[in-house]
């Protein structure tokens, strides 16, 4: 693996379907089934990220912990607080964008 690889783990390709369902969750109403649908595709990318850590490759971007953090908006985005949902979801979206 080259150092490029090791600088970049998260392709823009890897974070698509993830932003896909974060942009159609910013459109709708009732956006439940496109958080979790991006939830599973977070879950996704965060096994590929252990995976890497597990075979020791650096993160010096530290992305499993920024990661972890869209993760817990997500979530967090499933059951909102009155007026919190839009926000936590935009705020995700942008952190997962900048992952890649």
């Known amino acids: ?3 490029d690889a090791l600088d ?5 390709r890897d974070v698509e379907p993830a932003l896909a369902a974060l942009d159609r969750a910013l459109g709708e109403q009732s ?9 599973r595709c977070l879950v996704a990318l965060r096994g590929m990220l252990i995976t890497r850590r597990r075979r020791g490759e650096p993160d010096p971007a530290h992305r ?4 972890n953090a ?3 908006l997500v979530v967090a985005a499933e ?3 009155e007026g919190a949902r839009h926000e936590r979801i ?5 952190e997962l964008a900048a992952l890649a």
């Open 31 to 39: 956006a439940y089934g496109d958080l979790v649908e991006a939830s």
């Open 70 to 72: 869209v993760m817990s």
């Open 1 to 3: 693996m080259d150092g």
């Open 64 to 67: 499993l912990d920024r990661l």
């Open 79 to 81: 059951y909102p607080l």
């Open 8 to 12: 970049n783990p998260i392709e823009r």
């Open 90 to 94: 935009a705020t995700a979206r942008q």
